[in-house]
């Protein structure tokens, strides 16, 4: 029961964390787009660009959310998890191709052919109230993480680096960037309003697309690495060692391999060596125990296989003497 509500509670804040940065975006991305026509700032119109990138965002990494907590049937026996990586990794692929990619292109144009500069005090006013929107919006994200962090028993920065929730590293991610991207862009207005040249503009909107082409290259690869396959850290696996170590009638842990499947799902396999001298009820009762301590001291194991394995088979495996 803790287990599901622990699950539960954390698949809601992700969801909360994401529906916030969803909506802050798009309202952000129209009037980033009316700012950027009346203005005729590139660099406000990459924002748009960025804004509505990260809303495309939100809107996949709420499908992954939705469509990984499915639980498993006949044809997904392991369930669905790991779907959260791929919709998470075209959000990234949004991230580059609708933000990262035209910002770069917009820059480009702009030094090439210049640009007509307009009254930036509309888009200045759009950027103070985009930054108090994104700056709430990563709030909430940040305070999520934080949590995580804490109920890990990890560091922030750590935690953020290697945590299978990726649908909350893509937010915190991206809207510490459009917080950087507002400060990129109200640098570029205020370089073409002193020295009235579009250059200033056009090397802002650089920048927010080098930008986003970094997150979009972090997020992508966290995913695919995800999807690939990732164990729990070792630190982790010396600990399931010894909790089977720990169980009556295991003598040995001849190969271990634990799998991700989602950020609060995790499988273990293990070909363990029983007692020579265990009987077959002993050795059911045995791996019984050792699934229940797993589950207990490590709530995200939701699937444990043991495979009884004579230790001298595991020798003659490796080339060596099958006898000790």
Request: with cysteine.
């Amino acid at each position: 029961m803790a287990e599901a509500e622990q699950q539960a509670t954390g698949g809601g804040e992700s969801t909360f964390t994401v529906i916030v940065a969803a909506l802050a975006n798009l309202g952000i991305a129209l009037a980033k787009a009316v700012a950027g026509v009346i203005s005729g700032s590139s660099a406000m119109l990459s924002e748009a660009a960025h804004s509505l990138a990260d809303t495309v965002t939100e809107v996949l990494l709420l499908a992954a959310l939705k469509r990984s907590e499915r639980p498993a049937d006949e044809d997904h026996p392991l369930g669905h998890g790991p779907e959260r990586y791929v919709w998470a990794l075209l959000a990234a692929v949004a991230t580059f191709v609708g933000g990262a990619v035209f910002s770069v292109y917009d820059g480009v144009r702009t030094l090439t052919r210049g640009e007509e500069l307009g009254d930036p005090l509309v888009a200045y006013l759009v950027l103070a109230i985009a930054f108090v929107l994104e700056g709430f919006s990563l709030r909430t994200a940040v305070r999520q993480a934080r949590g995580e962090a804490a109920r890990s028993k990890l560091p922030f920065g750590r935690y953020l680096r290697r945590t299978p929730d990726t649908a909350v590293k893509a937010v915190v991610m991206e809207d510490s960037a459009a917080l950087i991207g507002l400060v990129l862009a109200a640098g570029g207005l205020l370089g073409g309003q002193l020295t009235g040249s579009g250059v200033w503009d056009g090397i802002a909107s650089l920048c927010i697309g080098v930008l986003l082409l970094y997150v979009a290259w972090v997020l992508g690869r966290s995913n695919a690495e995800l999807l690939v396959g990732r164990p729990l850290p070792r630190s982790v696996r010396e600990r399931i060692r010894a909790e089977l170590l720990a169980v009556e009638h295991i003598e040995a842990v001849l190969e271990l391999t634990t799998l991700v499947q989602g950020p609060r799902e995790a499988l273990i396999a293990a070909k363990v060596d029983f007692r020579d001298l265990s009987t077959a009820a002993q050795i059911e009762w045995a791996s019984e125990q050792a699934e229940q301590r797993l589950r207990e001291v490590f709530p995200m194991v939701r699937r444990v296989y043991l495979d009884p394995t004579p230790g001298y088979a595991q020798r003659r495996t490796e080339g060596l003497s099958p006898w000790p």
